[in-house]
């Protein structure tokens, strides 16, 4: 390969001219867009806490409609569920659907609290205390399936998901605590 010596005194100066220009080009293009910056779900954690427990009233709300008998009826309460949650009231209502069993009463929100939040609040972990003393299931010959030593009011840590149509709630589980003593 001849050196840039040897090459005619005009084909270095192109090749001079190419860098130059390029360098110039790359110091002038647009600085890359800054990715923009997560807003939070709400504007403060009591608000999206109450969101959240707005959406639990609302579930237990269509909770309490439910009639095993029309699973007609089981779709209200799918729309404040996702996930683990979700699938475990499909499999429960039609379990009950299939055994022909009866739900008489309601449950109630006694308390709700707001546990943790996510940095942009759109992950909500609250304990509900739930009232289940009015609550009964019986079965297709009319006898309780309820167990006989099940709380009248029991908590349960509640994980709550931001969706585009509200938070839904995603997860639960019952636990032993104190935030439903004395009720």
Do not use: W
């Not at 039609?94 to 009463?105: E, N, V």
């Not at 299931?137 to 099940?150: F, K, L, Q, T, Y």
């Not at 908590?155 to 004395?182: M, Q, Y």
């Amino acid at each position: 390969m001849p050196s840039l010596t040897s090459l005619p005194r005009s084909r270095p100066l192109r090749i001079a001219g190419l860098v130059a220009v390029a360098l110039v080009l790359a110091g002038c293009a647009p600085d890359p867009e800054p990715a923009p910056t997560p807003t939070p779900a709400f504007a403060s954690e009591e608000e999206a806490f109450a969101a959240a427990e707005a959406t639990y009233r609302a579930y237990t709300d269509a909770l309490n409609n439910v009639d095993p008998a029309d699973p007609s009826t089981f779709e209200a309460t799918y729309a404040f569920s996702s996930g683990d949650f979700q699938q475990a009231d499909r499999k429960n209502f039609s379990r009950m659907h299939a055994q022909g069993q009866q739900i008489l009463g309601d449950a109630l929100v006694a308390r709700f609290v707001g546990e943790t939040a996510s940095p942009l609040l759109d992950r909500i972990v609250a304990i509900v205390c739930i009232d289940v003393s009015g609550v009964e299931v019986i079965d297709s010959a009319g006898a309780s399936v309820v167990n006989p030593n099940r709380p009248d009011v029991y908590e349960a840590r509640v994980v709550f998901e931001n969706s585009p149509h509200g938070f839904l709630i995603d997860k639960a589980g019952r636990i032993e605590g104190t935030t439903c003593s004395g009720l």
